[in-house]
């Protein structure tokens, strides 16, 4: 077998350098543990950038997977399938009661696979519906997105991107697709400034991340949603909740909206939708918004979107969330992280910690200095957890973890920061 080194010799050969990632191999995992190919052994705080809710390879989620793949996996949706109907049932069941829903309408969903094409999607039905709809004339249509933004990486995505360490690459991947406005995130009130300035009439939807996790884990102040709902309902604009990250118990909720108990027109979801196997994702919306006068046969799809072993696999995640009770586990595990990551900030650290913030087991800690030297000192420790923005530490473990394991990291993270 080969050893960890001659792997990483063979991604720098024959793979594109698109990521820049630490220099360890994975070969085996299970529940919040990882391997290389020498045997030793990880706790990996970063859960796939949220994919790994219910933990590696959770056995109900391999045992799904195993029986659908062994009847059938991939028919396309040149025809239908006796998982996607089910499946999607029980999705709008689940997201529905979060929704914002009109009287006389139903909950519909778009499945597809990656994050990013779900963004797209939800791009693509909220100027459908803003048409078609709301009546915007012909390409007039706006979207507003906010400041330091991370919605993936397909061109229509990257060209509404504001993040500045990529700013020289992604000024390579012009020209890009007009009708987005950027804002800053966590101003209501610049919201309905920017609509009143587009024009409310043009403005189809407003797209934004209730936490921005790539961006450092940011939060926005208290009472945001609330502003966001009220201004969107207002102008009548979709108000699209990105959770693809946030989503699906990760923040201590179902959703990171439920802090405010608002009710978004749109999520879009993907990552531990799809049990940490598969990719796995989807709109869920309302029947006004993406119903078959709005989006009709041939408008949009993906040859694997919806196939029979995507649904088997994310209806059983979907079960595993609510049974597990992980968003109430992820709450009381995030608040004990967060509590003695507290503490060690209060000792003297080699870089300062500037701060400590969250929701659930969605961590980040923010130094005042270069963060990058700690995530390889900590991966010397048996801990795995991926640098942001220069300054900042994400640490967000599967749900899954037990508070010794916490305890057994905080050990770690203390021997490693201490001065
Ligand atoms: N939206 C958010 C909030 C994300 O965090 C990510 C990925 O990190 C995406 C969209 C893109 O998802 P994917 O990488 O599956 O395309």
Known sequence: MPTTEE??????????????????????????????????????????????????????????????VKKVAVTSRAFCNDQMGPYLKKLCEVVGPHLKVPENAGVMALPMNTGAEAVETGLKVARAWGYIKKGIPKNQAKIIVCRNNFHGRTITIVGFSTDIQHGNYYG?????????????????????????KIGPENVTAFLFEPIQGEAGVKLPPKGYYTKVREICSKYNVLMIADEIQSG???????????????????????????????????????????????????????????NSLACAIASKAL????????????????EYFQEGLRKIAAKDTKVPIKEIRGRGLLIAVEFDGNARQFVEQFKEHGILAKDTHITTIRFAPPIVIEKEEIDWALEQIEKVLEK
């Open 319 to 334: 079960d595993i969330l609510i049974d597990e009770k992980l968003a109430d586990r992820a709450a009381e595990l995030g």
């Open 248 to 306: 699906l118990c990760r923040t201590g909720k179902m959703f990171a909206l439920d802090y405010e108990d608002v009710k978004p027109d749109m999520f879009l979801l993907g990552k531990a939708l799809g049990g940490g196997v598969y990719p796995v994702s989807a709109i869920v919306t309302n029947s006004d918004v993406v119903g078959p006068d709005v989006i009709k046969p041939g408008t949009h799809g993906s040859t694997f979107g919806g």
């Open 172 to 196: 390579n991947f012009g020209p890009y697709t007009p009708g987005f406005e950027i804002i800053t995130y966590g101003d209501a009130q610049e919201l309905e400034d920017t609509i009143l």
């Open 7 to 68: 792997y990483i010799e063979m991604d720098h050969k024959y793979g594109a350098h698109n990521y820049h990632p630490l220099e360890v191999v994975i070969s085996r995992a299970e529940r919040c543990w990882v391997w290389d190919p020498e045997g030793r052994k990880y706790l990996d705080c970063l859960s796939a950038y949220s994919s790994q809710n219910m933990g590696h390879c959770h056995p109900e989620i391999v045992k799904a997977l195993e029986e659908q």
